[in-house]
Every structure is written in structure tokens, then in C-alpha cells.
């Protein structure tokens, strides 16, 4: 056990709320004195955080799915971590585990949260911790949900996917392979796009960098797109919605190329094809599928184990460098899952 | 039998695509002789007919859910006619029928046209011909299955109707009524509200010519909205997506706000709302549910008959008047379902 005594919690708090892309002065560096849990709690040492679009939602005030992050807060943030002292007799020191530690070196669960279900062993032999934070974790989670059962893809149907090598859309992809579509990406940029078709098996990945991604939708999507699962919104969504299908639907799981905006949203002018081809467009958001994501897990951990299924992940090291590697999401930077290291053990 | 050699077709056809708002040169009245039809066929000649904001659509070029109307063409339009000669056995002279005559005075309904269903008899004992073009015609049948099959509203929940006082909303709101439903319209000016409560029954109707729509939607929707169905588009769709409760339906009728742009439509800059509360957004077109409509009829005409369900007709005569009559939609001037009058017998 380590003396709490000699530890400093080094934390990112939010200092101000961003006006378009987080500036470094929108954080505030702190420290925290490391102290023992209560009776039935656990201290827990971040390893590694998974750094996500939603996060820039979070920053924002008013009503989303989740109440904001208040000006002061450390940043919220998933991650991994090992407990580093148990006083509940679940957990034991060493034990690595999956929450919400947020963007901080030592996370201090009270005995509620616990009971409650906020921390999760992991089993490293099902996958890394960084697959833990990937394709076992919230993005492949709501890869899984969101294309199983708002998609709802059928054999041999065309689901498109954007934003396609990162951390949804590469399991979105390898998902709607593995159940017999045909997958079409949509990535920025020559490299990524190889990857995608290379390594993870799509049939095809349109580089919106590149330009006309309607004409690559029509080169790749013959028979049009059944489903589309959308993690960028703005342009490329409107492009898509003149290539859907009779009865296609469309994931709406993000929008991060209008996160920044400091006006307006673009919503998708071409929207009334929903209405020329009966088509759907419905919202996803991970959390509601909780009761499921063990039996998904199982079977996304068996889908790395056969090799049916890929990930790759990003990793920066450094608690300190968060707001820098934040902006990568938002630059299209990141291959991969973006993941902040902040310890390795 | 009329003396076919005495009579003349006068019809309006297709002139120019129009910019905007269709004005009088983008039409041109010729007239044909009448002639007999051929065996198998009928003649009709037109009674009523129905005048929809869709009929803008199908004066512009390319896909859509049904072919555009070609320039030179007589302009579409669905009605009820007078079987004027029948050299079909289904069919006798006097029989009242429902088809698409298009906006003349005579249709020929060629034997292959009679074989594929194009033309069916109505009973007068069910509605009136008025009735036969609005509650159960094409804008019932439209209020009926986007409500029921598209919105698929529960008892309790809350249903709001844009276009309240037209041809498809004064129906959606009273078929929520009659399912246990709140029901809340969204019409221009106080005496087209005043009708929709006290005439039909909706528990509000929310003003959007005196202002401020989303403070209506707050008042009178205290439990959200789980319902939407759109006729609508631009601000009132954004307007609405505010308020809209998880797991909200938003069924895609129209966007007559959009219909005349010349410019790019308006695409909803609050879509993300349906990620936030899981909501779908899904497109209806009512010729999709042709083998349902009679059974849809007859229970349609059941609450007619029982006095639950009133409908209201905003009647205009003279063929020729066409292209005026059809500018008071866009203009939001009629007040219940559009009917153009050609002849009375």
C-alpha cells in the first residue's frame, strides 16, 4: 500500500466556460491532498482516460443528458484505474477498475458510489486496459447499441458510418461487417481511410478530405445506404441524406464538426428526404442500454478474441497535456481511440 | 348521357418550373375535345378537387416520392367525379367516384387505368364529396397513419399538431382526442385557434402569427411533448424540438414553411435534440398504406357519423380560379382542408 502521505492529486478543473474550441485558460491546474477512503469506499489511481467528443457538451451550461460540469469542477472523464487502498470488501488493492475518475491522478469513491455500481472490475484478460477504454468500453458499447438496435441492420443491407477510424465508427464498421453488410466509411484523410479498409475489413472509406463525398458515396454504395450511423453531423450528414434508401435510418450518435460552433447548429437542410423515402433519424445515448452492457461485452470480447473484430487506439501520455489533446478530437487528429495515459500502474 | 360532340375539357397544365411561389405565367388553360371512352373505360367528370401544399412539389424537376408533373402536362390533382359514360361493368353512369382527374373538367379513365384500381366508388351515405376529399381522402388517411403508425401516440401522452386548422392537422388532433391523448395545435391567428378548441375539441391551440410559440408550448404543454407531427418545417419544427419529451415521435408530413424557398430549405438546427432525448424523427407518405385505406375509411366514417369527429372544408369554385386557390396555402389563408369546386353534378 502506498503512503498516502507522500501522494499529491494533481487535477484539470474547469475554469471558464468555452466560447467555440477550449482555450487553455478554461482550465485550471490544482492540487489535492491524497486521504484515506471511508469505511466501504476506495482510492483509486487513474491509469489511463478516455478522452471523448461529448466532453465539449459537458462544459456547456443548461439541460443535455447529463447535467453539465459546474465552473470549478475537476473535468469529468471516464478512465481505468487500480485501487490503490480497498476499504469494501468487493474490491481488493490491485484490482483494476473501470469509472468515472475524472481528469485527476487519484479518484476517491465513497461507500454510495460503490453500492451503487459507479466502479467496475475489469478482467485484462478480455482486453487491454486501453481496449477497456475502446471497444469494451463506452464507445464500443454505443457502437454495439446504437447500430444493433436503433439501426437494426439487415443482412446484406449498406451501412455507412462517419467518422470511421475513430473510436465508434471503427467498431460500427467491423459490427455491420461481422453481421453481414457492407460497410462504408467516412474518415479524413488518405492514411485513415487505408486503415480502415485495410486493417478493419470495410469495404470502402470515402475521404471527405479529399472532397466529393457524394460522388464516393454513389461509387461505394451502389444499392444507396440503408443505414447510417452519424458521429459528425454539418455537411457530410446532408450528403448523406441524398443517397438514403426506402426506410433507411439514421443513428444520430454525435455531431462533433459542430460541438464548437459559436453560432448556430447547421441542421441538415436536406432533411425532408426522411420524408420522400419513409426514412428514420433517431438519437442514441449509451447510458439507457446499462442493464445490457455486460452480455455486450461478453460478445465484444469474443469478437477480439477470434480476431473478427480490431481496435486501435491513440495514446498521449500526461495528465498535464489534457488540453492540448483534447483539441485533437475536435482537429480530426486522433486515429483511433483517443486515450490520455496518466499512469501505467 | 351528355352529348359528348357538345361538350369541351378545359384544363390547366403545367406552363414553367416555377421560382418561389407559383405565379400565373407558370400555367397555361387549354381545352380538348371530350371523347368517348374506350372499352373498359370511363369518363368522369370532375366534381371537387382537393388542392394540397404537395402539389408544389410535383411542379419541380427531379426524384421525389412520385414523378414531377412535366411541363406541358395538365397538372395533377386528386378529387371526386361523376361517371359520365362507363364502358366498364364495375362502374354506371352517375356513379360518384375518387381518383386523380387532374385540374380539368373531364377525365378519361382508360381500361388499364380502371384494372390497376386508379378509380374507386364512393358512398355518399359515409361523407359528403367534400368529406370524401378531407377526412376520408388522402389528408385522413395522411392524418390517420402518420399519427397512429408513425407517431404511435399512447393514452396520456401529449400530441401537437402543426397546420392545426388544415386538412390533415384538424384530423391528427382529433384522432389524439379520441385516443386518450392531450391534444395541442399550432395555427395562424385567433379565429383558426378559437375553431380547433371550441369546434374540435384539442385542449390548446398555440397562436404563431401573435408570437412567441415556445412560451405556448410551455403553457400549454406542462408535461412536454411525446407527439409532433409536422406540416410545417422551419422555425415551428425547431421551435417544437425544444420541448420535445424522451423517446419523442416527430412524424415528417410536410414543411409548407419551406415549399417556395428559393434558397436552401431551412434544415432543423435543433436536431440534436433528438440525441439528448433518444427521439426519432421519421418521414410519412400515405400511399404507402393503400391496402389499409379501407378499413381506415369505414372506421373514420364510424366517428363521423358518432359526431366525434367534425370536419371542415374551405370550398372555392371555378376551375379557373386554380392558380389563385392554390397560393392560399402558402399563404395560410384557407381555414380547413382546400377544395376547388368544378362542378356540382
Not at 179 to 201: F, Q, S, T, Y
Request: proline residues 4%; aromatic residues 6%; negative net charge.
Amino acid at each position: 500500500m502506498d503512503d498516502l502521505s507522500q501522494l499529491v492529486n494533481h487535477q484539470v478543473r474547469l475554469a471558464a466556460r468555452p466560447n467555440g474550441l477550449p482555450k487553455r485558460e478554461d482550465w485550471s491546474f490544482t492540487t489535492a491532498p491524497v486521504v484515506e477512503p471511508d469505511e466501504g469506499g476506495l482510492l483509486v489511481r487513474t491509469l489511463s482516460l478516455s478522452l471523448d467528443p461529448a466532453m465539449r457538451g459537458w462544459m456547456n451550461e443548461g439541460k443535455s443528458y447529463i447535467a453539465p460540469v459546474e465552473i470549478g469542477e475537476v473535468m469529468r472523464a471516464g478512465g481505468v484505474g487500480v485501487v490503490v487502498q480497498s476499504k469494501n470488501p468487493s474490491f481488493a488493492e490491485g484490482d483494476r477498475v473501470t469509472g468515472a475518475p475524472g481528469v485527476q491522478q487519484y479518484w476517491s469513491v465513497g461507500d454510495k458510489q460503490v453500492a451503487r455500481g459507479d466502479v467496475s472490475k475489469i478482467d485484462l484478460r478480455a482486453g487491454t486496459v486501453e481496449q477497456w477504454l475502446n471497444v469494451l468500453g463506452m464507445p464500443g458499447m454505443t457502437a454495439y447499441f446504437g447500430l444493433m438496435d436503433v439501426g437494426q441492420p439487415k443482412e446484406g443491407e449498406t451501412v455507412v458510418v462517419s467518422g470511421a477510424a475513430g473510436a465508434v465508427g471503427q467498431t460500427v464498421g467491423q459490427l455491420a461487417k461481422i453481421h453481414g453488410c457492407r460497410a462504408v466509411g467516412i474518415a479524413g484523410g488518405p492514411e485513415k481511410c487505408a486503415w480502415v479498409v485495410d486493417e478493419l475489413g470495410f469495404d470502402a472509406c470515402v475521404d471527405y478530405k479529399a472532397g466529393d463525398v457524394k460522388a464516393g458515396l454513389k461509387e461505394h454504395c451502389p444499392k444507396g445506404v440503408d443505414v447510417y450511423f452519424d458521429n459528425v453531423g454539418g455537411d457530410i450528414l446532408d450528403t448523406v441524406l441524398t443517397r438514403i434508401n426506402r426506410k433507411a435510418r439514421i443513428v444520430i450518435c454525435g455531431a462533433i464538426s459542430q460541438y464548437n460552433n459559436t453560432g448556430a447548429v447547421k441542421g441538415p437542410a436536406n432533411y425532408l428526404s426522411l420524408l420522400v423515402n419513409r426514412a428514420r433519424m433517431e438519437g442514441i445515448v449509451v447510458f439507457d442500454y446499462a442493464e445490457r452492457f455486460s452480455l455486450a461485452i461478453a460478445e465484444m470480447a469474443g469478437y477480439l478474441k477470434d480476431g473478427r473484430l480490431q481496435s486501435r487506439e491513440d495514446v498521449v501520455t500526461g495528465l498535464e497535456t489534457f488540453p492540448e489533446t483534447l483539441l485533437r478530437l475536435f482537429r480530426g487528429e486522433n486515429f483511433g481511440k483517443l486515450i490520455l495515459q496518466v499512469a501505467t500502474a
